[in-house]
């Protein structure tokens, strides 16, 4: 049995500390926002070289308060990467603006820059790179778009808490405002929902503390509309404990990953990462850190160690019988989604996102992982592969990737 996650060997080597913090709140009774919430805030500031860091009840809220704070609204309009989880393009569409698709990168999978240039109109009010999967989109080339343009960058942040840009710049402290979340699943975790919005503007970081508390300011004195999106003490404590922690567990991550990387290629399904076009020798595309040579520490934290495979979805089916977790991040991008079909995206504009949807699987890397499951896990995609070779790939018609070659 591989799982895909296991926060309970997490939870067993901080249970007396965590356990304490709480117990603190429970004895404090000030359970939304005060001084656990405080103290947490001034500590990721520190961590990650912001000026202002406002805790809110989750990386979804951050993003919609981020829109709010810009006034963003009907008839605006808001780039954003077709492939991404949900909240990303949904948070746009609940502010009344319209979200516009871009294509991805076939290397990276974050946000295509030139894509971005191209969409940009008079209307557009924002662009929202996604740090995916805990790899830093391409900061420097979106923000000399953002100087030509005058277009603000939000960054969604949600998978990337710690991650670095080449230069050494934790990501949220680059764009006007950055987005966090702290679901269980984050590399930071809370024990719910839980999130955070980073800005080095004064006037922005009252504006959003103001919209966190239903734009209150004083005591019942509303100067704006805001909403309920406070952050709970106990979610603050939780997340103070395992805080401290992250460094470790990049380290862990991206060793996991490094392992993932020989034994791949020692099993003869991979020559190496970065690879984009599956042949017999590179039957899974391995996931490339493309700031590896920075020397710079986190420059990826691997939120998700995602590779691609032609048969996808019948290869999950197998690593399922066999009792090792894997997941689909994503299966459908915004473009395909049914409540976005009224925006008459060309599903052609998107072939990179297209053939990431058919093709991606993540599977186990959370820092607890033992060198036998990875290679247990290794072993039995190696084992499937054997059996799928010379049949048809599931994404036989992408002219991004190309297909197995049949024996």
Known sequence: ?????????????????????????????????????????????????????????????????AFMALNIGPGDEVIVPTFSFFATAGCVSRTGATPVFVDVDHVSYNIDVDAVRRAITPRTKAIVPVHLFGQAASMDELMAVSAETGVPIIEDCAQAIGTQT??????????????????????????????????????????????????????????????????????????????????????????????YEQAFQDAGLSEGPGRVHFDDANAVLLPAFVHADSGVTDHHIVNQYTIRVAHRNALRSFLQ??????????????????????????????????????????????????????????????????????TTPECADCEECGTIRTS
């Not at 999106?229 to 060793?255: E, G, I, N, T, Y």
């Open 166 to 259: 080449p230069d050494g710049r934790r990501v949220g402290c680059i764009g006007l405002i950055g987005c966090f979340s702290f679901y269980p699943t984050k590399n930071l975790g809370a024990f719910g929902d839980a999130g955070l919005v980073t800005t080095n503007s004064d006037e922005l970081a009252e504006r959003l503390r103001r919209i966190r508390n239903h734009g209150m300011e004083p005591r019942y004195y509303h100067s704006m509309i805001g909403g309920n999106f406070r952050l709970d003490a106990m979610q603050a404590a939780v997340l103070r404990v395992k805080a401290p922690h992250l460094p470790s567990w990049h380290q862990a991550r991206r060793a996991n990953a490094a392992l």
């Open 1 to 65: 049995m591989v799982p895909l996650l296991d926060l309970k060997l997490q939870y067993a080597t901080l249970q007396t500390d965590i356990e304490q913090a709480l117990l603190r709140v429970a004895a404090s009774q000030v359970c939304i926002l005060g001084p656990e919430v405080d103290a947490l805030e001034r500590e990721l500031e520190t961590y990650l070289g912001v000026r202002h860091a406002i805790g809110v009840s989750s990386g979804t809220d951050a993003l919609l308060m």
């Open 321 to 390: 019988s066999r009792g090792i977790g894997s997941e689909i991040y994503y299966p459908v991008p915004f473009h395909r989604q049914e409540c976005f079909a009224n925006l008459g995206a060309v599903d052609d504009m998107f072939p990179v996102s297209n053939c990431l949807a058919a093709t991606v699987l993540s599977i186990p890397i959370f820092p607890e992982l033992t060198s036998d499951q990875i290679h247990e896990v290794v072993e039995t995609i190696a084992e499937f592969v054997r059996t799928h070779r010379s």
